[in-house]
């Protein structure tokens, strides 16, 4: 890692392209935490280290990594120029998303009265609840899958030129609205909505920071920590709940929790690891796949408990983090997923080249460079789009409607209609 700071970033490791930086640092802290834990004896690997495994890990990070050379902060210039209808889209963010909220607070706020634990464990029966009240969960659900969006526009409307179109109280709107994934994620007692939601408003104020002023910067970063430290409360609850009786204490959960992939990707390399050809990460990609050429395929839940036995009788537990790249090799194999983090690695470089200002980015190539950005990002826990790909299906779709907002109307810079 540090050789290919040396050499790719040209010992700049502060400047240059802000994701592929950003990105460095997270797996390079994640190397740093597994070293930590390496010279411990409180968190032990199943198996002999696999250092083959740890090479290919490396590999594909890099190879991950590469992809986001060519986008540059200066260019989100060219994106910030408003599209027709701008107003209205954020307004439909802000809408849903403020719905989806106060449709989860409830179950958030249940989800941490009493033993978090024990309600975790509950799980079952609070999804079914969920479950029950159909569409209203389903829109209430899709909405916060949208909150990387939000703090996207939150972006542009803070980072508009010469003040045309800047509106901080709709981004701070937008912000707020963004906090449904944090919430959506408590209402299932989980911590990830923290995790994702701090990880993804700190890749956005990078992409946007040189385009906004800095007396701005201090009140964003103001912002920020006030709200970072509010998630965090719950955060701390669950974390408190799940391991305060465990052997070596809460505070070796968080080392656990970021910083055990690469033991755990080294223990899933040394198992016969089942293949299950897509179906365990994209799930209704490969049911969509078999309806068109009219085969019956398993689901994920019909394999499921086979799967799991396969690896619970090998003396790994199938469910720890291992990353993405581990998530990918599940399902498709050593090279199938050098192949799949490669073709999304070219996409990448593909969307952020500008061609010299011919090719200027747009507001549409924008978020799904963003949206890209979060497999490897996120992924250094696990492949977080997966189960039922939900996330996958909202967004692309959501960047589908903003690139016909562009088609159909003329851009206009920073009306906000």
Same mark, same amino acid.
């Given at each position: ?27 390079? $802290? ?64 802000? !809408? ?36 029950? *009240? ?9 909405? #916060? ?25 709709? $981004? ?11 919430? *959506?994620?408590?209402?299932?007692? !989980? ?9 993804? #408003? ?21 912002? +920020? ?98 990353? *993405? ?13 050098? +192949? ?36 490897? *990002? ?40």
């Amino acid at each position: 890692m540090l050789l290919y700071a040396l050499v790719v970033f040209r010992a700049k490791l502060f400047g240059g392209p802000e994701l592929a930086k950003l990105l460095w640092v997270v797996y390079f $802290a994640l190397g740093v935490s597994a070293m930590v834990i390496a010279t411990t004896d409180v968190l032990t690997p199943v198996y002999p280290p696999n250092y083959v495994a740890a090479l290919f890990l490396l590999l594909c990070v890099l190879i991950a990594i590469s992809g986001f050379l060519g986008f540059h902060a200066r260019d989100i210039g060219q994106a910030i120029a408003t599209v027709r209808w701008q107003g209205l889209i954020e307004t439909i963010l802000i !809408g849903i998303q403020l719905y989806s909220i106060l449709f989860f607070l409830p179950f958030a706020i249940s989800s941490l009265v009493g033993d978090a634990n024990e309600n975790r464990l509950d799980l079952v029966n609070k999804m079914e609840v969920l479950g029950s *009240y159909g569409l209203a969960n389903t829109v209430a659900g899709a909405a #916060a899958q949208l909150f990387g969006a939000s703090l996207v526009f939150a972006g542009i409307r803070v980072a508009q030129r010469n003040g045309h179109g800047r509106s901080v109280l709709r $981004a701070c709107l937008l912000v707020m609205a963004s906090l449904s994934y944090v919430v *959506y994620i408590l209402a299932y007692v !989980g911590r990830d909505g923290v995790v994702y939601w701090l990880m993804t #408003a700190l890749a956005v104020f990078l992409v946007f920071r040189r385009h906004i002023s800095p007396r701005l910067r201090w009140k964003i970063l103001a912002l +920020g920590t006030a709200i970072g430290t509010v998630i965090m409360v719950p955060f701390i609850a669950i974390t408190l709940a799940r391991f305060v009786d465990s052997e070596y204490g809460s505070a070796w959960s968080i080392l656990d929790y970021f910083g055990s992939q690469i033991h755990n990707f080294s223990d899933y390399s040394s198992i016969d690891r089942p293949m299950t050809l897509g179906v365990m990460n994209f799930p209704i990609f490969v049911g969509a796949a078999c309806s068109a050429v009219g085969l019956d395929c398993e689901s994920w839940e019909s394999m499921k408990d086979f799967v799991f036995a396969q690896y619970l009788d090998q003396n790994t537990q199938p469910w720890l983090f291992g990353t *993405y790249v581990s998530d990918f090799v599940g399902d498709f194999g050593y090279f199938g997923a050098l +192949g799949l983090i490669a073709t999304l690695a070219l996409l990448t470089h593909a969307l952020c080249r500008t061609c010299g200002g011919r090719r200027p980015l747009t507001l549409a190539r924008l978020l799904l460079i963003m949206f890209l950005f979060l497999v490897p *990002y996120w992924g250094v826990f696990y492949f977080r789009f997966s189960i039922v790909n939900g996330y996958i299906v909202v967004n692309l779709a959501f960047i589908y409607f903003v690139w016909l907002m562009q088609r159909l109307g003329p851009q206009s810079r920073g009306n906000g209609r």
